[in-house]
């Protein structure tokens, strides 16, 4: 069965840099598009980003433009999340997810998800 898994978070202090990690395993890795979320407590999931299946077009959600930066790498069917410039307001539970358009921003337009990573950042 399909099954992602998140890596890499941890508790980091304010303008540190953090990479996050996510594993695929049971599906074509490369024939998805794979967008990452956040969600803080007591708020909704946020689109962080996504990349296409070649890793050649990536967007951003407003919050982490210029900071964050998705890549992936097919051949170990792992797609990453390099965060700089962390900030508190970052602190949330990092998932990574996929979907079949590189347009869909919604947590409903992603099927399958990772069990997610939490990333603390302390003023």
């Known amino acids: 069965q399909v099954q992602l898994v998140e890596s890499g978070g941890g508790l980091v202090q304010a303008g540190d840099s953090l990479r996050l990690s996510c594993a695929g395993s049971g599906l074509t890795f490369s024939s998805y598009y794979m967008g990452w979320f956040r969600q803080a407590q007591g708020k909704e999931r946020e689109f962080v980003g996504i990349?296409?299946?070649?890793?050649?077009?990536?967007a951003y959600g407003d919050s982490v433009k210029g900071r964050f930066t998705i890549s992936r790498d097919n051949t170990k069917n792992t797609v990453y999340l390099q965060m700089n410039s962390l900030k508190p307001e970052d602190t949330a539970v990092y998932y990574c997810?996929?979907?079949?358009?590189?347009?869909?921003?919604?947590?409903?337009?992603?099927?399958?998800w990772g069990q997610g990573t939490q990333v603390t950042v302390s003023s």
């Open positions: 997810a996929l979907t079949s358009s590189f347009y869909l921003r919604t947590p409903n337009d992603y099927t399958y």
């Open positions: 990349i296409n299946w070649s890793g050649a077009r990536t």
